[in-house]
């Protein structure tokens, strides 16, 4: 006889439940999919943007879902070397130097088994120059002793302006370089660089025929991709290959106030209050002022946001992807109704805000699903406004601020506020 | 009403600038909202940007994709399955194989003499036809209202190449390379077997001869094959270079959205064999009351037809098969008789029917007679008052393909506007004909990659249930209304790809399935006129 089903009330997903239990075997349809933990190691020479991109990647995973966590082997170098003197200390003969970063290597490997195997972490990033094919070797026996998929990322750059930029970025403001003039720091790096090349042993195409990686060339603009094993690695291969570095802003806003705002009521498709007329005039105005090259904007498909666009007098874009949050059975009711007539869902929502689905309706984390494709081509894109709702903004905010998910639906996005945001170093 | 043509993937619509200064604003910002697609567009008399079904006004320019490789390397699959993926989610997408320009203008294939590279006189008929199919490029991406043509033939030669990317350049055209490279003998031979030994060219052959035949003749490109470059001569192009049939790829220079969307294509598409199941939940209590959507539980037929699911997969014997539901109880019951482990997709959910949900046609006749008249003018277009449209829908399944991609076995237990979707993109189905694809409750579609296509059989499970299937009505059968047809991507059926009389307008195509035919599911119904 088949099981019975129940519907969680929070998530309001079937479940098969045995003796009055949730069974808890059918998986849901989050993000990963993979059985095995995956590692990810980056390589490449110093200031080729691997933390960077470990960092990118790792927000970006944490983001859609799949529990990433990153390790920087430079920063348990300096746990254990309390004072950076110079890049003598990386010079392939400095016997004391080799075996102090060999043994920061296995303690970072450590912690990786630790959060993927005890902590329920899916991805980890090691991050290290990892250049040499023995370093490689070491680690991919690592992962496979512990069940783990390993993919290698290499950065590969030769242009001595975008390493010197990189080095302005980063490596300047580095607690190595705390006491050192910019001129100094600039010099000693470079010499620091200097002693890698020589070991360096490139992902090979025959020597590594076997293993999975993406090389990335000159930022990329080109990408050669082997092996990819499963659905985590080609979404990161998607998405790696989908950022760039080209300065640029970002602004989120909501749409103006609405008339339903006016009465306290939760979604519909009002339109504009007179107020809201206001903010979409002064949005112009501020847009205006701010003198941007070739901005795109983007817009639900929802009234509000379109009449705030209309004010501006630039082409816009309606995506239905971005409107906002479906509250089901809800929709239109002010919180006190809902409250009345729902008093468990309005309980349960404040248990889990992020994971609460309205009867009939949405979910923040259905929101971030939806919303990746967004994710996608703002990576993609250059300037963009997109005028949003609450809910959305909060999901898009919390990707570009990596902030996780008990926090998401309580971040602060305010009507007729505009937020600015620029990528900066590693943020 | 405009529109810009739109050509991005995807539901979002492109809306220009009312041309005022910012601050004069006379209207204030005065919508409409589009009684089909519920689109809300601004309503002052602004100019209509000319809404010709030929190319995009301001959008990214057309693209040429241009398949690279000696012959039986995959080209024309890669061209077909890609060209289908396109139109399916909403890029109007078409097929050009230089090959077939060629059967055209020599009727007989008389043997691999006429590839040799000192064969002066077809080198003449084989440029003519290169020549041609670039013509028929242009008029596709300039006048018929295509956003992409792809290009198959060999391309194997720098002259060859630099000849197109001129013609590209003239127009205005991107152009984005496809290269596939193989030396593994294995799959050469598998490929052979597989689509040339059938070509017309071989019709009056048996299999040795056409093989000994066919190896001569990629023989007759291997000396002037001069690969894509990326590292120098070719540094600047736009290429994706697929190597031993996707275990390598080597990509330069994306340049914008579409070519990142067909590179992530490429690289999760297979060739193993497998087989993908479709089928919807069991009868549901609602299904019984003709109510739709909603979220029953499965009657008592609908029970029966779960167990009896659960025999058939167990008699199908598969590898591995993996079992995907909705979110909805009525399908996750059903998955629940077959006792393998079930992943559910809350994007396989169905259709969103806003107000109408879980009332029964003739109460939607009665309380919404317009949404209901709407609705069957413009099926795929139409979406419920705060619900979806059948475009809303491939939109979000989207994903779905491409997992299914990259799967081998799997069954996808669904619903049916959902299941249309997914059979349209397998059996290249147009999004005219999408909503109305019969799928049947307590039926399976056992679908298998062969040739070029797709395979389709239909097993029924024998267990009685409601019909819920309704046809399109006699008053649409005309074809859609032209006021009605919104410009930006009308997803089409990939265009025949043979030679034929030009195409006077692309609405008034007839959709073929890429399907070998004989293939076409007992339930499909064949075409209708017009079409």
Not at chain 2, 211 to 238: G, H, T, V, W
Request: hydrophobic share 35%.
């Amino acid at each position: 006889p088949a099981r019975e089903l129940t519907q969680n009330p929070l998530h309001k997903t079937w479940e098969p439940y045995d003796n009055g239990l949730p069974a808890g075997h059918s998986a849901q349809r989050g993000v990963c999919m993979t059985n095995c933990p995956t590692l990810i190691v980056m390589v490449g020479l110093p200031a080729r943007g691997k933390t960077y991109i470990s960092k990118k990647l790792t927000r970006y995973l944490n983001w859609i879902g799949v529990p990433t966590k990153e390790f920087n082997v430079g920063q348990y170098r300096r746990a254990l070397v309390k004072k950076y003197k110079s890049f003598e200390f990386f010079l392939p003969d400095n016997e004391e130097g080799l075996k102090i970063r060999k043994q920061c290597a296995l303690a970072a490997l450590n912690d990786v088994r630790q959060y993927l195997s005890e902590e329920n972490g899916h991805v980890a990033v090691f991050d290290a120059t990892n250049t040499t094919r023995e370093r490689r070797e070491t680690i991919y026996k690592f992962g496979e002793e512990n069940g783990y998929k390993t993919f290698f990322v290499e950065s590969v750059c030769v242009d001595p302006e975008v390493i010197a930029a990189n080095i302005v970025q980063v490596k300047l403001g580095s607690p190595d370089y705390v006491d050192c003039s910019n001129d100094e720091a600039t010099e000693d790096f470079m010499k620091r660089i200097e002693c890698y090349k020589n070991s360096y042993e490139t992902l090979d195409e025959t020597f590594d025929k076997d293993l999975s990686y993406i090389k990335i060339m000159d930022v990329g603009r080109s990408y050669l991709v082997n092996r990819v094993m499963d659905h985590i690695q080609s979404r990161i291969v998607y998405y790696l290959m989908n950022i760039h570095v080209t300065p640029r802003s970002i602004y989120l806003c909501r749409h103006g106030e609405s008339e339903l705002n006016l009465k306290g009521r939760i979604g519909g498709d009002p339109g504009l209050s007179v107020r809201g007329k206001e903010f979409a005039k002064s949005l112009a105005q501020f847009i205006n002022e701010q003198n941007i090259k070739d901005l795109k904007v983007w817009t639900s498909q929802m009234k509000r946001t379109i009449q705030t666009a209309e004010a501006l007098g630039v082409p816009y874009e309606q995506w239905k992807v971005l409107n906002e949050i479906d509250a089901g059975v809800c929709e239109e009711m002010t919180y006190e109704e809902i409250q009345e007539n729902y008093p468990l869902e309005f309980a349960l929502r404040d248990q889990d805000k992020y994971r609460y689905r309205y009867p009939k309706g949405e979910s923040y984390e259905d929101l971030v699903q939806r919303l990746e494709p967004v994710i996608m081509e703002l990576e993609r894109q250059e300037n963009v406004l997109v005028i949003c709702h609450q809910a959305v903004m909060r999901c898009l905010l919390a990707y570009f601020l990596d902030k996780p998910a008990e926090q998401l639906p309580y971040l602060k996005c305010p009507l007729h506020t505009v937020l600015k945001l620029t990528p900066v170093a590693y943020g | 009403l405009f529109f810009l043509f739109n050509s991005l993937p995807r539901n979002r619509i492109k809306v220009d600038a009312q041309r005022k200064k910012p601050f004069v604003l006379k209207m204030p910002m005065e919508l409409t909202q589009s009684r089909i697609q519920k689109i809300w567009l601004p309503n002052d008399n602004r100019p209509a940007l000319p809404r010709r079904s030929c190319g995009p006004q301001l959008a990214n320019s057309p693209t040429v994709i241009v398949m690279v490789g000696l012959p039986a390397r995959g080209k024309t699959y890669i061209s077909k399955k890609l060209t289908r993926y396109l139109n399916w989610i909403g890029v109007p997408t078409k097929v050009f194989n230089v090959g077939e320009y060629r059967r055209e203008a020599v009727k007989h294939y008389s043997s691999y003499d006429f590839f040799r590279p000192d064969n002066e006189e077809a080198m003449k008929v084989r440029k003519q036809c290169a020549l041609a199919a670039l013509r028929d490029v242009k008029l596709y991406l300039t006048e018929e209202g295509g956003q992409i043509a792809v290009f198959d033939a060999t391309n194997t030669t720098r002259e060859r190449r630099g000849m197109i990317l001129n013609f590209a350049k003239e127009n205005g055209f991107k152009v984005f390379f496809i290269e596939s490279v193989c030396n593994d003998p294995t799959v050469v031979a598998t490929n052979v077997m597989e689509v040339k030994l059938s070509s017309p060219d071989y019709r009056d052959c048996n299999s040795t001869d056409a093989m000994e035949d066919f190896m001569k003749r990629i023989n007759c490109y291997q000396a002037s094959y001069q690969p894509l470059d990326p590292d120098n001569y070719d540094r600047e192009l736009s290429l994706i270079k697929v190597i031993d049939v996707g275990r390598r790829f080597l990509v330069n220079r994306v340049q914008d959205h579409i070519q990142s969307r067909i590179v992530y294509y490429l690289m999760n598409i297979h060739v193993q064999p497998r087989t993908i199941y479709l089928c919807r939940h069991g009868e549901s209590d609602f299904n019984l009351k003709g109510k739709i959507g909603g979220d029953s539980g499965l009657s008592n037929r609908g029970k029966k037809f779960a167990l009896a699911l659960n025999k058939f997969v167990e008699e199908q014997n598969l590898k591995d098969l993996k079992v995907w539901t909705s979110q909805l109880k009525r399908t996750i019951q059903t998955a629940e008789a077959l006792q393998l482990p079930y992943e559910q997709w809350k994007a396989l959910n169905e259709i969103d029917a806003g107000v109408c949900e879980e009332m029964t046609y003739e109460e939607i006749r009665e309380q919404y007679p317009e949404e209901f008249a709407l609705r069957d003018q413009d099926k795929y277009y139409y979406r419920y008052p705060s619900g979806e449209s059948y475009q809303d829908l491939v939109q979000r399944l989207e994903p779905v393909i491409m997992e299914l991609e990259r799967q081998e076995n799997v069954l996808v237990i669904c619903h049916q506007a959902v299941m249309r979707c997914l059979l349209a993109y397998f059996l290249d189905k147009s999004a005219d004909e999408m909503p109305y694809l019969k799928c049947p409750l307590h039926a399976v579609l056992k679908l298998t990659p062969v040739a070029y296509g797709c395979r389709v059989e239909s097993i029924s499970l024998n267990i009685e249930a409601v019909n819920t299937h309704r046809e399109r009505p006699e008053e649409a059968k005309k074809g859609p209304n032209p006021l009605m047809r919104r410009n930006s991507v009308i997803p089409l059926a990939s265009p025949e790809p043979t030679k034929k009389p030009r195409i006077n307008s692309f609405e008034e195509h007839v959709a073929v399935s890429s399907a070998l035919p004989g293939c076409v599911p007992q339930e499909v119904p064949t075409q209708l006129p017009g079409q």
